[in-house]
């Protein structure tokens, strides 16, 4: 059996050494966790795949300008590299 | 109460080959040591060698992500001591490098959990900015803390290594 | 006697483990210009997890620039209108390492500003990041959860202190 996952609350408000509680999670906090978690590394694939891009479409460039007849110090002088 | 120096050590005329700090009290939860420091070593840059307790067993664990002004760089390290960035004698002069390092519950009986943060102050695009984590395997309360110039063989005059506790109350 | 400018609020330290830890009724009145919560511990992962805090109720506005290296690879990412605020673009928590997580919450309780933050987050077996981040929300924090992808492990501390502005 899983046991179910609690969260402490500390709340301010009351005085010190009264001021813990641990209550467990409700489904909704749960699902709510779980949801959150699936978004951030849904984001965090998507930046991933924006960088790749960047970094194939700057080699591409970079091919593209050596195909031209420029020296690679041209090209980093151009790209500031 | 709160952020408490313990201890503040300014390195006088001649140099000091090292800095220990002994007698921490053990009533605080956090130490915090921040450094301003310029060695003898004839280069840009140095570090100071840090051990807990006097251990100089191979315990010293740390992470390293370092900006230089040209580059990002990232690597790690074990030994017997870590080490946070400072001043050398070749950076501009009249400039120390400055360095924070806080070790978290310092009188736990686990092993200890560090971070830092430590730049190296110098007036040109070589300077080093050195972020750390560090974890040093040793479950005994932090009771000491020894420093020494790593590169060089002394903190030169004017430098300043200050040791505060974080308390509870 | 001088006066005390950081003041250990409250602190925390797990007795099991534990999802989330909240802090609320967080003093609102002046008595404190910033926040500064340290966190220490594992994460019950299967290996490697992310830890992250939200303010008050909110789930949206949270923004940040990541600055990681982990032994081998730099990483800088940015994030805007996030769910929550990462401590890292990498998994910061682990089962096995200590983590040692700095957060400074600027200018908490000021109703005229975003709220600027300050993370240093540290593995020694596995990462070393800075993160600088904004919550896009005027109203004064009165309220922080710390929480990730799972729950922190027993022994787990947290430590809030209050940094005064006026003596």
Not at chain 3, 70 to 90: L, P
Request: a negative charge; zero cysteines; charged letters at 15%.
């Amino acid at each position: 059996m899983t046991d179910t996952p609690v969260k402490i609350v500390v709340d301010l408000s009351k005085p010190k050494g009264e001021r813990e509680s641990i209550i467990p999670l409700t489904d909704e906090e749960i699902a709510e966790r779980d949801a959150q978690a699936v978004i951030a590394e849904a984001e965090r694939v998507e930046q991933e795949a924006i960088e790749a891009q960047k970094a194939a479409d700057a080699q591409a460039g970079r091919d593209a300008l050596v195909a031209l007849g420029l020296t690679e110090a041209q090209i980093n002088a151009l790209l500031g590299a | 109460m709160g952020y408490q120096l313990i201890e503040e050590i300014t390195v006088g005329a001649g140099g000091a080959a090292s800095i220990e700090f002994t007698g921490i009290p053990q009533d605080g939860v956090d130490l915090v040591l921040k450094l301003a420091m310029r060695t003898n070593r004839a280069a840009n840059t140095d570090s100071v060698k840090i051990q807990i307790n006097n251990n100089t067993g191979s315990i010293y664990t740390h992470l390293r992500l370092q900006g230089n002004g040209s580059s990002v760089l990232t690597g790690s390290y074990t030994g017997t001591e870590s080490y946070v960035i400072v001043n050398g004698n070749n950076d501009t002069a009249n400039t120390f490098g400055n360095a924070d390092f806080l070790i978290s519950n310092y009188t736990s009986s686990n092993d200890k959990s560090a971070t830092s943060d430590a730049v190296n102050e110098n007036n040109a695009t070589l300077a080093y900015q050195d972020l750390k984590a560090h974890l040093f395997a040793d479950t005994n309360p932090v009771s000491s803390v020894q420093l020494a110039p790593s590169g060089g063989t002394l903190f030169l005059q004017y430098s300043t290594a200050s040791l505060y506790m974080i308390t509870a109350d | 006697m001088a006066t005390p400018t950081y003041t250990l609020i409250d602190s925390v330290t797990l007795a099991t483990n534990t999802a989330n830890v909240t802090f609320e009724s967080i003093p609102t009145d002046g008595t404190y210009g910033d926040l500064v919560i340290v966190l220490t511990g594992t994460m019950a992962v299967g290996s490697v997890g992310h830890g992250d805090i939200k303010f008050n109720y909110s789930t949206t506005g949270y923004n940040v620039v990541h600055m990681d290296g982990d032994g081998s690879t730099t990483i800088s990412r940015a994030y805007s209108n996030q769910m929550q605020m990462r401590f890292s673009e990498n998994n910061s928590f682990s089962t096995t390492t200590l983590n040692t997580t700095i957060i400074q919450v600027l200018d908490y309780a000021e109703t005229n500003k975003h709220k600027s933050v300050l993370i240093r987050t540290n593995r020694a077996d596995g990462l070393v990041a800075a993160t600088a981040g904004r919550w896009a929300d005027t109203s004064a924090i009165n309220r922080f959860i710390l929480a990730g992808d799972a729950a922190y492990e027993a022994g787990t501390t947290v430590y809030l202190y209050g940094i005064a502005k006026a003596l």
